[in-house]
């Protein structure tokens, strides 16, 4: 990248490919899990997390409360990284993040016991990365809060967080499939905006420095106050 950049960044579905580090609760204590090698083929192992994992994990648990026995998710460092790294170089402008994920409080729900970890298959959706390797596409949804947390610290602004429904209807998507209507444009939004497919489960993250005036893809259902 370059010294500084002045600029709209925009990353869509970026974070949701990123490696994750996964982990398991027993007892009180966090393990990290791996892949290792058996009878031929590969399974999931645990060893005691290391203290990057462990110290995320903790932090984790001092805003929300202890996860039960058990219990196990995932954490994206490198994401973190990154977003820190991208603070280093912005000057000034705005960083949108445009991807599948939720607010932390949402993310480590007792409910979701086993992380939000994804693979497709020649649009076949499974859970199971070990099943043929190489071949999957692996996602994990993102962590918003700690997206935000990540900007903020590293001295970035954080602008404006929604679902991708209220962003584009915000920014006036209704108006330019008007001056363009086909059914196939109208099928494409519909998908785009409808809760129960993109609109609801796809998140936009703005963040920035030295941004002025008002954000009208925010100016309604900002949810900011949820991270």
Sequence with gaps: PPAEFEGVMLANEVLDVMPVKLFAKRGSETFERGVMSRSGG????????????????????????????????????????????????????????????????????????????????????????????????VTAHVDFSAMAAAAHAAGLDVLGYTSQAHFLLNCGVLDELQAQHTARNSGALQRLVSEAEMGELVKVLMVGRGVQGPLIGFARGDRLHTL
């Excluded at 490198?78 to 912005?90: D, P, Y």
């Design 42 to 137: 590969f399974a999931l192992d645990e060893r005691r997390a290391g203290d990057d994992l462990a110290a995320a994990v903790a932090t984790i648990e001092s805003e929300h409360g202890a996860f039960p026995d058990g219990y196990a998710s995932e954490v994206n460092l490198i994401a973190e990284g990154w977003m820190r790294s991208s603070a280093q170089w912005l000057a000034r402008g705005a960083l949108l993040v445009i991807d599948y994920g939720f607010p932390r409080r949402e993310y480590f729900h007792p409910q979701r016991l086993m992380g939000t970890v994804m693979c497709h298959f020649r649009h076949h959706a499974h859970s199971d990365p070990l099943w043929m390797p190489g071949l999957n596409d």
